[in-house]
């Protein structure tokens, strides 16, 4: 079979959970300074969840101008108290973040944008509420030493899916959109649409 | 480091999910004869939820009484119209039971009993409500066919971290619940009390 859709992301996560759910996918990461466009967006007053989606639909459409069909684009943010944080860029950071989470609560914005012939044809935020226990900094260097290989790739240091549990108190919202895409949305869309069988 | 914790379950699911998040545990399968405690507890008026919790309670007792120690017990049952649906038996009645919840809301109640010393210290029951979309028999049965090594262990015919997520229009509640087991008040009951770091 054809892949229904070709994901504009380089995350072995996004792609997981794709094919765990039966869909046959193509890959081609987006080449997008993150950085800089989440630089300019902010600057501008976008809010965290502007920069998801808008980042999402840049990655679509980029990737769709060289292979054309479907595209998925997406991107994940991190909200604390109105703020977007970044990925670590060291352990040292992690930590930081981390204590900077711990007894707080703060949200996981999950953007998804899908493109066809370079135009969006269906986009949705998903968005958790995440409440981290208090935590000892002791505990959370710890726990950054020994998780930093895998952590590295994620929003706010963590993977729920792995030891990154251990950091919660409380956890509100949709588990895919915590690992960094609105799926059920998605699929949904796409038995509308008729792409997949449903 | 010795176990923090027996498993009183031979669920390949539940393991990982424990052992994913950093706990080193025992597994101790518990022979219970479910399917007659369930007609029993049912006959005396119980509701699914009493099922899921004193099934979970029932499998730690007896592990407990062989390993000592800390004895996890857990169960998951499926309600839909106040009725408990148990797993499916074979392919031709996985079909019944998911053609059964098409288009209408459902429970999962996962149980979870900690035993120390014979006694009960700890228990919780996670609830989720899952709805699935309206589904063509055709497309349950090439569902069902395709799946079916996978989902004959699973309460309602489903994974929901494989292709499962297909028949759902709406989920709300934790995903750990879903997989069967409250994973989050689990941790968060062993932090304090001591049994782990947190």
């Known amino acids: 079979m054809p892949p229904v859709l070709t994901l504009a992301s380089g995350s072995a996560t996004r792609r997981q959970m794709l094919e765990a759910a039966g869909l046959e996918i193509a890959v081609a990461a987006a080449r997008v300074d993150e950085e800089s466009v ?35 684009g997406a991107d ?32 996981l914005l999950s953007a998804a944008v899908l493109v066809r012939d370079g135009a969006p044809v269906w986009r949705h935020v998903g968005v958790a509420r995440l ?15 020994r998780t930093w290989d895998e952590i590295r790739h994620s929003v706010g240091g963590y993977q729920i899916e792995a030891e990154g549990i251990r950091l919660m108190a409380r956890i509100e919202g949709d588990h895919f959109t915590i690992l960094g895409l609105p799926l059920l949305e998605l699929l949904n869309y796409l038995v509308i649409s008729g792409e997949i069988e449903g």
């Open 131 to 145: 409440t981290m226990r208090t935590l000892s900094p002791g505990f959370v260097e710890a726990y950054v030493a």
């Open 38 to 72: 989440k630089a300019a967006l902010l600057a501008e007053g976008a809010t965290p969840r502007d920069v998801a989606d808008a980042l999402a639909e840049m990655k679509a459409v980029k990737v769709a101008a060289k292979t054309g069909g479907l595209v998925l």
């Open 76 to 107: 994940q943010v991190l909200e604390a108290g109105g703020a977007l944080i970044s990925k670590p860029e060291n352990p040292a950071e992690a930590v930081t973040q981390i204590l900077g989470l711990s007894g707080q609560t703060h949200r």
